[in-house]
């Protein structure tokens, strides 16, 4: 906050903010003043000129909106020829509108609607004939409708697209009258690169931008809002969710923590399934190869009894239960409770185990804890920023917005490695291209010439790490030149990055799949770690080492146990004392040994010694790797269970399937990426026949004979801050709308958690350094299978799809499986563009249509893992990780041929 | 040097090029050849006369013969009777008064008549040649500064002295504006010259540039210098095909003799200039929304403050002077201020550029003192109306400026005299329009150049203008003419109090000045 300043607005002393908005700093202090075109998210435009005060001092009228605050300012808000002259530029702006309020969107919420009342101006009193002539509407893009004749060319949203998303596909065409917002300076929206955003619609103070799902569904008064987390990402962006009954019609960015009121074409079109008739209302029990309709009661007396059954006969590590990244903490907690305190095993793992599986182990040992250090708004103010196997733009495309304004408005160094030609690469200083699988020899190729160029941080070195002797030899033996020969990114562009890292003031590292999917997925996270060390570039605002997690609630997964290695709080299950402690504080006898881990329940599943699996909210028969094996292993459980919204391809496989809430029905926590736990609130009210994850899961434990009697989500939280220290201070009724991040220890109200990890001391004391060699992936490119394979995520779509291949919206953008081939392979194959198209591993079979681009390297192939249809991960490797047991979804071998 | 007995100056310039100026310089020369003279006689290419309609025009030194309307079929007369046998071909002489003016023919009767500071060299030597410009001191100003390490503050103090004002049209100070950037921080400056002459009736930027492309750089170089900028652009009007061609002739011979680049004359100052082309948006020529330009994005102005003086390309300290004003500013540096004082008003000193046009006998360019009169241009320079027609109205300083009736003749023509009599000097243009022109005709094709040229950036000027041109349609059927005229007073002046840039806000000038001393025309008609 700045300096307070004294200024005089229409005779009256007001107390404003130095350099503060003038028409901002006039209306907070309760001067209505007009205007249309200022927007606080952008710089002002003074376009509408509505805003015009006369200053004492200053010739002629000004714009407010245009000034800033400084002390002794004398303004003129009002007087007649001020009022005078708006009325005017009303009266302009009315003779260019399209009349018709009483069909508009956005009737009754208008910045334009409330001027024409306020100063009298309808299209018939106008002292001049008002424009007659319509121009054609723009509606080809899938989720905005541009009017023209409604739009008044305030520039808010051609701002918002480049100022705040970092986009700039939106400008002004032509000229004078005949000015309209384009994008690409004329061409369809639809063939522009706009991803659909809608940041735009948010900007827009009329309706000449309005959401094509929403129109015809509400008028502005019927609608209730409610604020919430959006269900989809791990950036944990606050949505304003308004609704018409318990039907949603729109959905807006909330000024959240993490968001600022951003949003991307997930979160703000992707609601539409909340709605769809494919909704499990009643719990089905599988009888005789058919699902049937079952009560409550009966489905749930059947698990708990086949659980006792299966736990008597086989031993309680015979059954094994999936959590979920996508339900609340609240519901994790319980559910590895249960799965511990009740069935008596540690067998309880989750989707994490094949995104950031590597980062935590791989950070944990380097820094004491494995999560993002730093929080997604530093980005911004970042010096220089490394993005190394994150497509951010599609992935966590809020996040991304933040690193293109870094770039944008801050002139921040953008370094890309990336095999793929990805979105970011448009802002990027340097981007190095390397060989899926080699990052350990260009990290550490990086780390040499910082090393022999002296461009180390000495003090850091020596007063916050260790290991730093051991770690310097292996890094002496990786020259650029020798980085370069097993990376193949040239030589000198090794040398480049790593001065421009190493070169700036705060450095941040982000990462995500590309580094931890790998079989030295772990090597590679401590690669990441020694290089932020290396350069003191960890354990400051701004610099740090980033992994992005990739669900909404995948770090809050995480943190609640949802892993078999340990409790709530990174509790380890192996020590004694730990373990002492959830005894007594559930009451129960519990195992000490490590549990079995996603892949290798799926292991167990096939051998036979995991007889029965829970799984709440996954959907393994489309997420893991090597599908053909894990569908084998689903057939031969002998009772699977799986709690979801919707039938998923994994549900076919199960005995029972119970129904339970959505996030946009249910009171609880996620924790985002930034480590931030965040309020969701039901803003709708869940289908008659679901219930809550944690109640069904209480459900069971009661039939099984332990007692669970949480009546809301705040009680178990309560549990939880009590037995874990790092959510010891998070409690319900104080997080309000900016949540906690954690670790947040203490109850005191003002204890919001901790912006960025490690200032001064590691989680683990000191930063360790880990010596990392180069091994190369599991499976290369061979003659029987001469392509490199790699899987990922796009923007359109979440995960396995369940949630976004049912949005009409997102299926308008990217409806079906597709393969990005590179040009080199078409041509040996003589494929088309959207020819159909063989893909085969060793491990399984796709037909799939083939997109041609250079966005992939040389003989690449790049598979969306979303379509279940061509699922990619019929084909991908399940070799793992040693250490963390992460699979190699990011590397694999493979043929393509011309169907 | 070889000297020669005849030296003839052919004006190459659009106008001429347009009439076969290059088909009759060519026969000239292979028919000079053919007689043998081409050791007696100089053929030399020159800029522009500065008068128009003259079609080809050469003139023959020494003697001051000008002849003009020629055509090839002339070329063996001038050759046997001047070139060979010494006799003047009466019948293809011209003189206008302009032309006596320029040779010095004119007297002794008006001292300030007698100099042209800007055009001086125009039409007099050949602009493709800088040994031309050399022999008539060029570059001594810029030289002189640096070998004699004249500072910064004190090349300021010198044009802050003259008075001069800038020359596109807003007559903002041009010392002041070089002291703003002088002191404003930055590593990287710039001075950019504006000849986007986009003004509707307004050429005289042109003339200069094609004239005498030299004098502009060394303003450029001396305003580099004075304010601590290293790169030059030239914003040129990407239609003047000549003037890019000479100035980038002029940019290359420049840098083949050291006066741009690095080190010059040895003293640590180094300066580059680039040209850049625009693409014919009126709006560029307001110095902000030609930075914009410049910068690759669309031409729509900035919010000022901050000015371009501490805030301009690229987010620099940038100059923006317009051609004339840089022209003015080596002959003040080599002549002094006082000297530059000695010409104009006492609130407006120096020469003006007018450009007269319209139905007048001579339209072109006329560099005259400020505080000259409009008659005097008009019938002294401009040889006065047409034959049959009669002066009803004049269009001063551009299409943005006020329309005067024949009452308004004798005011002087200066920055400050002009706005307090409800006009604006501007651009110089001088539109005369005789007794055949309907004025509500003329407020229409006004308004429709405004309409088409509004940027569309603010809602007064982008709505404003399209309204106006309808209610100026309305006003050839309407009933209610004088409500309508009312009307359209009224929105200029919301127009002009608020309109992000000049465009819009000058709009009232024209609107409010046809209502004002030809209302009584329209409400008959």
């Known amino acids: 906050m700045g300096k307070l300043v004294t200024i005089k607005i229409d005779g009256k002393e007001v107390k404003a903010e130095e350099g503060a908005n003038l028409l901002q700093a006039a209306r907070d202090a309760g001067f209505d003043i007009p205007g249309l075109c200022y927007y606080d998210k952008v710089s002002p435009s003074g376009a509408c000129r509505l805003c015009v005060v006369k200053i004492e001092g200053m010739r002629g009228l000004t714009a407010s909106c245009t000034v800033k605050v400084s002390e002794g300012l004398n303004v003129t808000a009002f007087d007649e020829e001020l009022e005078d002259h708006r009325k005017s530029l009303t009266e302009l702006l009315i003779s260019e509108h399209k009349f018709g309020c009483m069909t508009c969107e956005v009737d009754a919420a208008c910045g334009l609607e409330d001027l024409a009342y306020r100063y009298d101006v309808t299209i018939d009193n106008l002292p001049y004939p008002a424009r007659k002539d319509l121009l054609p509407v723009e509606a080809t893009s899938p989720v905005i409708l541009y009017d023209p004749n409604k739009c ?25 009258i005949d000015t309209y917002v384009a994008t690409d300076l004329g061409g369809l929206w639809v063939d522009s690169d706009c991803d659909g955003c809608g940041e735009c619609i948010q900007a827009c103070p009329v309706g000449a931008l309005v959401p094509k799902p929403s129109i015809g569904k509400a008028r502005r008064w019927e609608v209730t809002k409610e604020e919430t987390i959006c269900p989809y ?41 909340q709605m769809n008739n494919d909704r499990l209302t009643t719990p089905l029990i599988r009888e005789n190869g058919q699902f049937r309709e079952a009560s409550w009661d009966e489905a749930l007396d059947l698990v708990a009894s086949k659980f006792t059954e299966i736990k008597n006969n086989y031993g309680n590590d015979a059954v094994a239960g999936l959590a979920s990244a996508r339900c609340t903490n609240e519901d994790n907690y319980v559910f590895q409770k249960f799965m511990r305190a009740v069935i008596g095993t540690n067998n309880v793992d989750h989707c994490a185990r094949l995104c950031h599986a590597s980062t935590v182990a791989g950070l944990a040992r380097a820094f004491g804890s494995g999560a993002m250090t730093n929080s997604i708004k530093e980005f911004e103010f970042a010096d220089c920023i490394l993005v190394t196997g994150s497509n951010t733009t599609e992935t966590h495309p809020v996040i991304s917005t933040y690193i293109k304004n870094a770039v944008i408005n801050h002139g921040a160094k953008l370094i890309v490695v990336d095999p793929r030609r990805i979105d970011l690469v448009k802002y990027a200083t340097l981007w190095l291209r390397q060989k899926n699988g080699t990052d350990v020899a260009w990290l550490n190729g990086m780390m040499n010439v910082i090393v022999n160029e002296g461009l180390a941080d000495k003090a850091f070195i020596e007063s916050r790490t260790e290991g730093y002797e051991e770690f310097e030899k292996v890094v002496k033996e990786y020259t650029p030149e020798k980085a370069s020969e097993i990376s193949g990114i040239p030589k000198e562009q090794i040398i480049e990055a790593a001065r421009v890292y190493a070169g700036a003031e705060n450095a941040s590292i982000v990462f995500s799949m590309g580094i931890t999917q790998h079989v030295t997925g772990t090597d590679n996270v401590l690669s990441v770690a020694n290089l932020a060390m290396l350069t003191g570039n960890v354990g400051k605002l701004y610099s740090g080492v980033n992994p992005l997690r990739g669900q909404n609630n995948v770090q809050g997964a995480c943190d609640l146990g949802g892993l078999p290695n340990v409790y709530p709080g990174y509790q380890k299950v192996n020590d004694p004392e730990i373990k002492a402690k959830f005894e007594a504080k559930w009451g129960a006898k519990l195992d000490d040994k490590v549990g079995l881990s996603v892949t290798e ?22 997420s893991d790797p090597n599908l053909n094996h ?26 029972v399937i119970l129904p339970s809430f959505s996030s946009y029905e249910k009171w609880g926590t996620f924790t985002n990426t930034e480590r931030r736990i965040q309020m969701i609130n039901p803003v709708l009210d869940p289908p008659e026949g679901t219930k809550d994850d944690w109640d069904i899961i209480q459900n069971i434990s009661k039939r099984m004979g332990y007692e669970m009697n949480y009546t809301n989500a705040d009680e178990i939280m309560e549990e939880i801050s009590d037995v874990s220290p790092i959510y010891g201070g998070v409690h319900f ?48 490119p061979d003659n029987e299978y001469p392509y490199m394979l790699s899987t990922g995520r796009i923007l359109f779509h979440y995960h396995t799809g369940t949630m976004t291949r049912k949005v009409g919206a997102l299926n308008a953008f990217e409806s079906g499986p597709y393969a990005e081939i590179s040009p080199e392979i078409a041509e040996r194959i003589k494929v088309n563009e959207d020819d159909e198209i063989r893909v085969t591993s060793r491990r399984g079979t796709i037909v799939t249509k083939a997109r041609i681009t250079d966005k992939v390297a040389p003989m690449s192939i790049f598979i969306p893992f979303h379509f279940a249809e061509a699922a990619a991960n019929r084909l991908t490797n399940d070799a793992l990780d040693p250490v963390a047991k992460i699979p190699e979804l990011k590397v694999a071998a493979c043929q393509v041929e011309k169907v | 040097m070889d000297f020669y007995n005849y030296y003839a100056l052919l004006y190459i310039d659009d106008s001429t090029v347009a009439a076969g100026v290059k088909e009759f310089e060519e026969i000239l020369k292979r028919k000079l050849a053919a007689a043998d003279l081409l050791n007696s006689v100089k053929v030399l290419e020159t800029g522009s006369s500065g008068l128009k309609d003259y079609g080809i025009g050469l003139s023959v030194y020494p003697g001051d013969i000008h002849y003009g309307n020629l055509s090839t079929a002339d070329i063996d007369e001038i050759i046997n009777e001047h070139f060979i046998k010494g006799r003047v071909v009466t019948r293809l002489i011209v003189k206008p008064p302009e032309e006596q003016f320029r040779t010095s023919e004119l007297g002794p009767q008006d001292v300030r008549l007698q100099n042209r500071i800007v055009l001086s ?24 500064i640096l070998e004699e390490k004249v500072s910064p503050e004190k090349v300021v103090g010198i044009i802050k002295n003259s008075g001069l004002q800038g020359r596109g049209g807003a007559g903002f100070p041009t010392g002041l504006k070089w002291d703003f950037t002088r002191k404003a921080e930055g590593n990287q400056k710039y001075i950019i010259c504006n000849a986007d002459e986009g003004e509707p009736g307004t050429f005289k930027d042109r003339l200069i540039l094609e004239g005498n492309p030299h004098l502009v750089l060394e303003g450029m170089l001396i305003a580099g210098y004075a304010t601590g900028a290293a790169k030059g652009y030239i914003y040129i009007r990407g239609e003047y095909d000549l003037s890019i061609k000479r100035m980038e002739k002029a ?26 082309k625009g693409a014919g948006a009126y709006v560029c020529g307001e110095e902000t929304s030609l930075i914009e330009s410049m910068e690759g994005k669309r031409g729509i102005p900035r919010l000022k403050p901050p000015f371009p003086g501490t805030h301009g390309l690229k987010g620099s300290p940038t100059v923006v002077n317009n051609v004339e004003t840089l022209a003015n500013i080596a002959p003040i540096l080599l002549k002094g201020a006082e000297w530059f004082r000695s010409f104009g008003t006492k609130s407006c000193p120096g020469t003006k550029v007018f450009t007269i046009l319209g139905d007048v006998r001579y339209t072109g360019i006329v560099e005259l003192p400020m505080g000259t009169t409009l008659r005097q241009i008009i019938y002294g320079y401009g040889g006065g109306m047409r034959e049959q027609r009669s002066l009803k109205a004049v269009h001063l300083g551009g299409t943005s400026g006020a329309v005067f009736d024949e009452s308004m003749l004798d005011i002087p023509l200066d920055y400050d005299s002009v706005r307090n009599h409800g006009g604006m000097l501007g651009s110089g243009a001088i539109l005369v329009l005789s007794n055949t022109v309907n004025m509500r005709d003329y407020l229409e094709s006004v308004l429709l150049f405004f309409k088409h040229e509004s940027c569309g950036k603010c809602v007064p000027c982008r709505i404003g203008t399209a309204r106006l041109y309808d209610m100026v349609k309305l006003l050839e059927t309407s009933d209610n003419k004088e409500l309508i005229l009312n009307e359209m007073d009224k929105l200029s002046e919301t127009m002009n109090k608020t309109s992000f840039c000049p465009l819009g806000q000058s709009l009232k000038f024209p609107v409010q000045s046809i209502h004002q001393y030809f209302g009584d025309e329209i409400l008959r008609s």
């Open chain 1, 630 to 655: 894990v569908e084998e292993s689903m057939e031969k459980l002998d009772f699977l269970v799986v709690q979801d919204i919707f039938d998923t391809e994994t549900a076919k496989f199960a005995d």
């Open chain 1, 233 to 273: 990402c791990g950036v944990g962006c606050r949505i304003e969710v308004e609704k018409k009954g318990n039907e949603i019609v729109k959905i807006n960015g909330a000024d959240g923590p993490a968001n600022d009121g951003r949003l991307c074409v997930k979160g703000r079109f992707g609601y539409e399934y």
């Open chain 1, 733 to 780: 009724k104080k997080l309000g709308n900016d949540g906690v991040q954690w670790p947040c220890k203490t109850d005191a109200e003002e204890d919001r958690g901790v912006l960025f990890l490690h200032e001064g001391t590691f989680s683990r004391g000191l930063g360790h350094f880990s010596p990392v060699d180069f091994i190369p992936p599991a499976e290369l």
């Open chain 1, 601 to 622: 329940i799926m292991d167990g599943a096939g051998k036979g010694t995991v007889k029965a699996l829970y799984i709440m909210g996954e959907n393994p028969m489309v």
């Open chain 2, 251 to 276: 940019l290359s011979q420049a840098y083949e003799y050291n006066l741009l680049g690095h080190n010059l004359f040895g003293s640590g100052f180094s300066f580059d200039i680039e040209i850049k």
């Open chain 2, 121 to 144: 060299l125009s039409g007099v030597i050949d602009p493709e040649n800088i040994f031309e410009y050399f022999a008539e001191h060029g570059y001594e100003a810029i030289g002189k």
């Open chain 1, 152 to 176: 008044i060319l305030c520039e808010r949203c051609v701002k918002a697209c480049y100022e705040i998303q970092g986009k700039g596909i939106l400008s002004f065409a032509e000229r004078g």
